[in-house]
């Protein structure tokens, strides 16, 4: 009898399935026991941003803040950390040498 791990390393199929969203995956995962999968996975690097030491506060009309929660979700991650990377963008945008004072 042949196991599924070995039937997966001939055909090089993965029997992890393609994931529309992270809901469909965390369905998945909720029913399925990762050691089963251990053959398919591959290790990360993980790269842990340095602590932030000073906080401002920024006040925002609610429309705005609905906009800039919706774009956030949208892409994965929270409003705090989408603003954060806009003004880190932003403001490694100003140090370009084309980048004019009236901008």
Do not use: C
């Given at each position: 009898?042949?196991?599924?791990?070995?039937?997966?390393?001939?055909?090089?199929?993965?029997r992890?399935?393609?994931?529309?969203?992270?809901e469909?995956?965390?369905?998945?995962?909720d029913?399925?026991?990762?050691?089963?999968?251990?053959?398919?996975?591959?290790?990360?690097?993980?790269?842990?941003?340095?602590?932030?030491?000073?906080?401002?506060?920024?006040r925002?009309?609610?429309?705005t803040?609905?906009?800039?929660?919706?774009?956030?979700h949208?892409?994965?991650?929270?409003?705090?950390t989408l603003?954060?990377?806009?003004?880190?963008e932003?403001?490694?945008?100003?140090?370009?040498?084309?980048?004019?004072?009236?901008?």
């Amino acid at each position: 009898m042949t196991s599924q791990n070995e039937r997966h390393t001939r055909n090089n199929e993965s029997r992890i399935p393609r994931f529309a969203n992270r809901e469909e995956e965390a369905t998945f995962w909720d029913t399925h026991d990762v050691s089963d999968y251990w053959d398919e996975l591959k290790p990360v690097q993980l790269k842990v941003s340095k602590n932030l030491s000073k906080g401002i506060t920024i006040r925002l009309d609610e429309e705005t803040l609905e906009i800039l929660r919706q774009q956030a979700h949208r892409k994965g991650i929270g409003p705090t950390t989408l603003a954060r990377m806009w003004i880190l963008e932003r403001l490694q945008g100003n140090s370009s040498p084309h980048t004019t004072q009236s901008e």
